[in-house]
Protein backbone atom coordinates (compact mmCIF):
# COMPACT_ATOMS: atom_id res chain seq x y z
CA UNK A 1 0.00 0.00 0.00
CA UNK A 2 2.68 2.29 0.79
CA UNK A 3 4.17 1.52 -2.48
CA UNK A 4 1.53 2.62 -4.48
CA UNK A 5 1.09 6.05 -2.70
CA UNK A 6 4.36 6.87 -3.09
CA UNK A 7 4.34 5.94 -6.82
CA UNK A 8 0.93 7.93 -6.81
CA UNK A 9 2.97 10.91 -5.07
CA UNK A 10 5.52 10.90 -8.01
CA UNK A 11 3.40 10.08 -11.16
CA UNK A 12 0.68 12.86 -9.81
CA UNK A 13 2.87 15.77 -10.49
CA UNK A 14 4.09 14.42 -13.50
CA UNK A 15 1.01 14.08 -15.51
CA UNK A 16 0.18 17.86 -14.22
CA UNK A 17 2.94 19.04 -15.48
CA UNK A 18 3.53 21.31 -18.12
CA UNK A 19 5.53 24.12 -19.50
CA UNK A 20 6.36 26.87 -16.62
CA UNK A 21 6.23 29.35 -20.00
CA UNK A 22 2.33 28.29 -20.13
CA UNK A 23 1.48 30.18 -17.03
CA UNK A 24 2.93 33.40 -19.12
CA UNK A 25 0.69 33.37 -21.60
CA UNK A 26 -2.10 35.88 -21.51
CA UNK A 27 -2.76 36.99 -25.41
CA UNK A 28 -3.58 34.36 -27.99
CA UNK A 29 -3.67 34.74 -31.94
CA UNK A 30 -5.64 32.03 -33.36
CA UNK A 31 -4.36 30.61 -37.16
CA UNK A 32 -6.98 29.42 -39.45
CA UNK A 33 -7.62 26.06 -38.68
CA UNK A 34 -9.01 22.65 -40.82
CA UNK A 35 -13.21 22.80 -40.78
CA UNK A 36 -12.73 26.10 -39.16
CA UNK A 37 -12.65 24.69 -35.17
CA UNK A 38 -10.53 27.90 -34.87
CA UNK A 39 -13.30 30.31 -34.56
CA UNK A 40 -15.12 27.61 -32.14
CA UNK A 41 -11.60 27.68 -30.16
CA UNK A 42 -11.68 30.95 -30.26
CA UNK A 43 -15.04 31.11 -28.24
CA UNK A 44 -14.58 28.94 -25.78
CA UNK A 45 -11.23 30.52 -24.75
CA UNK A 46 -13.17 33.56 -24.64
CA UNK A 47 -15.98 32.22 -22.82
CA UNK A 48 -13.67 30.47 -20.33
CA UNK A 49 -11.58 33.88 -19.62
CA UNK A 50 -8.24 31.94 -20.08
CA UNK A 51 -6.86 34.10 -22.80
CA UNK A 52 -7.14 37.61 -24.54
CA UNK A 53 -7.86 36.91 -28.46
CA UNK A 54 -6.34 39.10 -30.68
CA UNK A 55 -6.97 39.84 -33.84
CA UNK A 56 -3.32 41.11 -34.57
CA UNK A 57 -0.92 38.71 -34.05
CA UNK A 58 1.92 41.63 -33.48
CA UNK A 59 -0.30 41.40 -29.94
CA UNK A 60 0.06 37.81 -28.82
CA UNK A 61 2.06 36.20 -26.68
CA UNK A 62 1.44 32.78 -28.30
CA UNK A 63 -0.31 31.24 -30.98
CA UNK A 64 -2.74 28.22 -31.67
CA UNK A 65 -2.03 26.00 -35.18
CA UNK A 66 -3.03 22.85 -35.87
CA UNK A 67 0.26 22.43 -38.26
CA UNK A 68 4.01 22.49 -37.69
CA UNK A 69 6.25 22.81 -40.22
CA UNK A 70 7.97 24.20 -43.19
CA UNK A 71 4.46 25.25 -44.03
CA UNK A 72 4.04 27.05 -39.87
CA UNK A 73 7.38 28.37 -39.94
CA UNK A 74 6.78 30.60 -43.20
CA UNK A 75 3.34 31.83 -42.12
CA UNK A 76 5.30 32.99 -38.85
CA UNK A 77 7.86 35.11 -41.27
CA UNK A 78 4.51 36.20 -42.73
CA UNK A 79 3.22 37.46 -39.46
CA UNK A 80 6.40 38.56 -37.71
CA UNK A 81 8.55 40.03 -40.33
CA UNK A 82 12.30 39.31 -39.66
CA UNK A 83 14.20 42.85 -38.66
CA UNK A 84 16.17 44.70 -41.19
CA UNK A 85 19.44 43.60 -42.28
CA UNK A 86 22.98 45.13 -43.29
CA UNK A 87 23.75 45.57 -46.81
CA UNK A 88 26.40 42.50 -46.10
CA UNK A 89 23.89 40.00 -44.46
CA UNK A 90 21.17 40.23 -47.05
CA UNK A 91 23.97 39.76 -50.44
CA UNK A 92 24.43 36.79 -48.25
CA UNK A 93 21.10 35.56 -48.20
CA UNK A 94 20.31 36.77 -51.59
CA UNK A 95 23.44 34.13 -52.82
CA UNK A 96 21.87 31.85 -50.54
CA UNK A 97 18.38 32.15 -52.67
CA UNK A 98 20.57 31.91 -56.21
CA UNK A 99 21.64 28.51 -54.95
CA UNK A 100 18.31 27.46 -53.88
CA UNK A 101 17.18 28.75 -57.51
CA UNK A 102 19.87 26.76 -59.21
CA UNK A 103 19.13 23.57 -57.24
CA UNK A 104 22.78 23.52 -55.75
CA UNK A 105 21.14 23.86 -52.00
CA UNK A 106 20.11 20.53 -50.14
CA UNK A 107 16.55 20.22 -50.39
CA UNK A 108 14.82 19.99 -47.28
CA UNK A 109 12.14 16.89 -47.02
CA UNK A 110 8.66 17.41 -46.75
CA UNK A 111 7.98 18.32 -42.68
CA UNK A 112 5.74 15.16 -41.24
CA UNK A 113 4.33 18.07 -39.13
CA UNK A 114 1.59 19.23 -40.78
CA UNK A 115 -1.91 19.21 -40.35
CA UNK A 116 -2.63 16.41 -37.97
CA UNK A 117 -5.78 16.53 -38.21
CA UNK A 118 -7.32 16.83 -34.55
CA UNK A 119 -3.83 18.06 -32.67
CA UNK A 120 -3.72 21.76 -31.24
CA UNK A 121 -0.70 23.78 -30.69
CA UNK A 122 0.16 26.49 -28.56
CA UNK A 123 3.25 28.02 -29.72
CA UNK A 124 5.89 30.79 -28.15
CA UNK A 125 5.83 33.61 -30.93
CA UNK A 126 9.24 34.53 -30.35
CA UNK A 127 10.61 31.32 -29.19
CA UNK A 128 8.64 29.08 -31.64
CA UNK A 129 8.52 26.67 -28.77
CA UNK A 130 5.61 24.61 -28.64
CA UNK A 131 3.64 25.80 -25.00
CA UNK A 132 1.15 23.02 -25.00
CA UNK A 133 -0.30 20.61 -27.52
CA UNK A 134 -3.82 17.93 -27.35
CA UNK A 135 -5.16 15.51 -29.61
CA UNK A 136 -8.35 15.84 -29.85
CA UNK A 137 -10.17 14.64 -33.55
CA UNK A 138 -13.28 15.82 -33.85
CA UNK A 139 -15.58 13.15 -34.80
CA UNK A 140 -17.00 14.80 -37.91
CA UNK A 141 -17.34 18.76 -39.53
CA UNK A 142 -20.68 19.53 -38.06
CA UNK A 143 -20.66 22.35 -36.34
CA UNK A 144 -22.19 20.64 -32.55
CA UNK A 145 -18.84 18.09 -33.18
CA UNK A 146 -16.97 21.16 -33.67
CA UNK A 147 -18.62 23.04 -30.64
CA UNK A 148 -17.82 19.99 -28.40
CA UNK A 149 -14.63 19.24 -29.42
CA UNK A 150 -13.01 22.58 -28.77
CA UNK A 151 -15.07 22.47 -25.65
CA UNK A 152 -12.86 19.71 -24.60
CA UNK A 153 -9.59 21.22 -26.03
CA UNK A 154 -10.39 24.31 -23.81
CA UNK A 155 -11.17 22.34 -20.48
CA UNK A 156 -8.10 20.19 -20.31
CA UNK A 157 -6.00 23.74 -21.22
CA UNK A 158 -7.69 25.02 -18.19
CA UNK A 159 -7.09 22.18 -16.17
CA UNK A 160 -3.43 22.20 -17.27
CA UNK A 161 -2.87 25.82 -16.68
CA UNK A 162 -4.29 25.50 -13.03
CA UNK A 163 -2.12 22.53 -12.36
CA UNK A 164 0.04 25.05 -12.05
Keep these: MKTVLLALTFLLPAGAASNPALSEVRTVYILPMTSAIDQYLANHITTNGLFQVVTDPAKADAIFS ?96 KAK
Design 66 to 161: DQMGAGFERRLKELFPPEPVSKEEQKKADKEDDRMLKGEAQITPPSTFSRGKGNIFLIDHKTHNVLWSIYERPKSGASDELDKTSAKVVSRLKNDL
